[in-house]
T-cell receptor, first 114, second 111 residues
Framework: GQQLNQSPQSMFIQEGEDVSMNCTSS?????WLWYKQDPGEGPVLLIA?????ELTSNGRLTAQFGITRKDSFLNISASIPSDVGIYFC??????????????FGKGTLLTVNP | KAGVTQTPRYLIKTRGQQVTLSCSPI?????VSWYQQTPGQGLQFLFE???????NKGNFPGRFSGRQFSNSRSEMNVSTLELGDSALYLC??????????FGSGTRLTVV
């Protein structure tokens, strides 16, 4: 089955630093999504990417859909303490088929030191 | 606008029992998906419903089942609970097929 490799598994950074994390897949996806999960809550959608090569920003967050459709990255600029949490990438095949499930990476635990 | 509501938030069950979890999607959302989250396996897809029909199913045993009602509310059922079923069960809804919004989940503990 499809698998997503997300790296790094964890990051410990100083407030104000930039952060980068990425996901790679053994097969293509037609949609890439990035979620953030806080303790005791469900994942919250940060950015959705629908087209190979697409670069999308949401405030201090920027994500890109890789040209090969097998990878995506997320950058966070000028990190702040509330950025702490677990970040997940997710891929969706969809697009005409019936496969709308999300395949998730294992997550990146981000800790920001004030 | 109300989000995705899952009930109950916490549940403790004994091995061998069965459990039913409920999910109320965002108003107007017709697609509801269920995921299991554990520390070891991460987020795993269970099944997805659209307009009362199951469209996709993940690789879980038949003890896991679900259904969707005409008002788009969904339930999932786990029969003959095992210790390994302890997890956070998340429901997500979407107007169509993407941009899923997740609920806060139901934390199930099997003892």
């Amino acid at each position: 089955g499809q698998q997503l490799n997300q790296s790094p598994q964890s990051m410990f950074i100083q407030e104000g630093e930039d952060v980068s994390m990425n996901c790679t897949s053994s097969s293509i996806f037609n949609t890439w999504l990035w979620y953030k999960q806080d303790p005791g809550e469900g994942p919250v959608l940060l950015i959705a990417l629908y087209k190979a090569g697409e670069l999308t920003s949401n405030g201090r967050l920027t994500a890109q859909f890789g040209i090969t459709r097998k990878d995506s990255f997320l950058n966070i600029s000028a990190s702040i303490p509330s950025d702490v949490g677990i970040y997940f990438c997710a891929g969706q095949l969809g697009s005409g088929g019936s496969n709308y499930k999300l395949t998730f990476g294992k997550g990146t635990l981000l800790t920001v030191n004030p | 606008k109300a989000g995705v509501t899952q009930t109950p938030r916490y549940l403790i069950k004994t091995r061998g029992q069965q459990v039913t979890l409920s999910c109320s999607p965002i108003s107007g959302h017709r697609s509801v998906s269920w995921y299991q989250q554990t520390p070891g396996q991460g987020l795993q897809f269970l099944f997805e419903y659209f307009s009362e029909t199951q469209r996709n199913k993940g690789n879980f045993p038949g003890r896991f089942s679900g259904r969707q009602f005409s008002n788009s509310r969904s339930e999932m059922n786990v029969s003959t609970l095992e210790l390994g079923d302890s997890a956070l069960y998340l429901c997500a809804s979407s107007p169509t097929t993407d941009g899923y919004t997740f609920g806060s989940g139901t934390r199930l503990t099997v003892v």
